[in-house]
Nanobody, 127 residues
């Protein structure tokens, strides 16, 4: 059983920054057993890939829309993944979800293959 809890969302002005956190509680397996990812869903739109990271943090991937602005990282000792979001734009407004995939060695960009999901945290960017 894996539980993922996101935090750090909120309201920020365009050009501002937020850092999202995703804390993992897993029974039977350690946090480092999972590749992790961030996805987002805006109202009326499908959930889309934002960023992903393998188990060690040695491999990452980003959507083109966030490259150069967002940084994904993880701290396995703290069972936590992060998404540092800089230069936020109004189009970044969405509910952000973290997800865990048991195929720990790869960067997973497809939402359908993730095994576990958090409940989401709202990010709102005002213009």
């Amino acid at each position: 059983q894996v539980q993922l809890v996101e935090s750090g969302g909120g309201l920020v002005q365009a050009g501002g920054s937020l850092r999202l956190s995703c804390t993992c509680t897993a029974s039977g397996r350690t946090f480092s057993s999972y590749a992790m990812g961030w996805f987002r869903q805006a109202p009326g739109k499908e959930r889309e890939f934002v960023a992903a990271i393998n188990w060690s943090g040695g491999a990452t991937g980003y959507a083109d829309s966030v490259k150069g602005r967002f940084t994904i990282s993880r701290n396995n000792a703290k069972n936590t993944m992060y998404l540092q979001m800089n230069s936020l734009k109004p189009e970044d407004k969405a509910v952000y979800y973290c997800a865990a995939d048991q195929r720990r060695s790869i960067v997973v960009v497809t939402s359908s293959t993730y095994d576990y999901w958090g409940q989401g945290t709202q990010v709102t960017v005002s213009s």
